[in-house]
């Protein structure tokens, strides 16, 4: 079939346009999901007038990276794609003192434009034709007594979205694992209005999505909705479970990334721009820390035990003596001429030991261009669970309550040799009892007929990451490559599927995820009307 040549040319067009529409981004509409934006005024500070020309220095202390701008007749200046971190604004114009301002770029503003007004300083005669200060690194600021400016970050004068973040000073110093065995920084979450933790599940299960009572209702449940709307991302990318849409529940290894790893967190539990998609509920991000030009790094443990806790209201203490095993009518009960004997496994307290260590560390590869950071953390836990069970009774094995004592038939005819005997069930319904066991522990929660076993409920996980960000200019116009690899290595001992009998599971999970970002800017750094764009790639496995 053959196509219109000027219909082909509008499909191209549209195609175009398509794709225009979908990577570019135009200043002060819209960011990304990861990055945000510095608009900032150059004004007399004395007079208000906008300050035409001035030389304006973006430096990340961090990194070493510095972007030049220049402001424009209007006094204003424009970056995007700035990561969330502190940075120093610094300001030079002939005639004015040179200024020096501190900016934190929070996540809660990344998607949004910051701004950053800047008064200079009339010079005096004698120092009015000094040249501009030349760009040095400064130290990493520190913002503890300028509160006006964290205030001013956290501000969302633009939007109606309800939600909270936590800085790196926060989701590393808050204590967490009050939820779960694991230390998990989606614990954080609980802290936020509207968030509650989710409903019980069947049988109280934990463990993965692979039926009912086994996997978690979700980490947290928001404004009443299920705990499966929420949708998990870590720099932008997806981060959800692949059976049930949250975050790996029931595993040892819950978040894909230590805590000393995490950057920033942040929850939006209420009206999501549009930069978020995929479910209605809340939309978490976490972003990871990135090396920079000094070396750092951190080593750190975590250890929980039985013996530092109390005893689980659940976790009954009736002994574990073993008795003869007994009928109603206090007849024992033999098997081939010897007592037939049960013991009681519910007398001490569950055992439980959770060790968590690891190490993370940054630096620099190549200085003001190449970093890395990496972290690992190994996770282990030898632990048992008391569980019961009703099962029946010996007198519930035979029809009619008579499993104790059998249904008697007697010989057909006075007289005859026939012996008496008794059955309780038939030959079928024999060979379906044996399947249960005997009851042990008639103090128990289901009284004669409880079952108490202890179970083993341990586990052991594995979590390494890696990312690396890439800095160079691509003709004069600023460019960076930003990856992270992601991997975990699950095994997990589930004691209790759905209240069942002889149902544990042990399920082996691996999954591996790398993440590819390219953020460019696509006009020259002193466009009045500049334009970015940003490549994001992520695959995900799960074996």
Known sequence: MRINPLLKRLLWLSIVAACCLLTFVRAGRTQDTVTGAFEGTVTNSQTGVPVAGATVLIINPQTGLSIPKTSDARGRFYQGLLNPGIYTIRVAAPGY??????????ITRTGEVVPVPVALEPDTPASATA???????????????????????RINATSGERGGSFTEEEVSSLPLGATSYVRSFDELALLLPGVAPPPQTLGSA?????????????????????SRANNFTVDGSDNNDEDIGVRRQGFVSLVPQPIESIKEYQAITLLAPAQFGRNIGAQVNAVSKSGGN????????????????????????????STELRAGNNQPVRLNGAPLMVQNQSGGKDSFTFGQAGFVIGGRIIKDKLFFFASAEGQRTNATQEESFEVPTVEQ???????????????????SRDRIFAF???????????????????TGIYGANTLTQVLPAGGKGRVLSFKFDDYFKLSGRQQSIVGRYNYTNDTRIIPVTGGALFSSLVPR????????????????ADSAHPVYNQVRLSYG???
């Open 97 to 106: 003192q040179t200024r020096e301002v501190q900016q934190r770029l929070f």
């Open 131 to 153: 040249t501009p200060t030349p760009a040095t690194v400064a130290p990493t600021p520190v913002l503890q007594n300028d509160e006006e400016t964290d205030i001013r970050a």
């Open 206 to 226: 934990a463990g993965p999505g692979v039926g009912a009572g086994v996997g978690s209702a979700g980490q947290f449940a928001v404004n009443g909705l299920r």
């Open 294 to 321: 000094g070396i750092h790094g951190t080593v750190f443990g975590f250890f929980n035990s039985s013996q530092l806790n109390a005893r689980n209201f659940f976790d009954s203490t009736n002994g574990n003596g």
């Open 397 to 415: 094995r035979g029809v009619f309550g008579t499993g104790a004592t059998g249904i008697f038939r007697l010989p057909s005819e006075i007289g």
């Open 424 to 442: 309780p069930t038939t030959g079928d319904g024999d060979a379906i009892f044996s399947l249960f066991p005997f009851p042990n522990n008639p």
């Open 509 to 524: 999970v691996r999954t591996q995820n790398v993440s590819l970002f390219l953020n460019s800017e696509v006009t020259h």
């Open 541 to 543: 496995r799960t074996r």
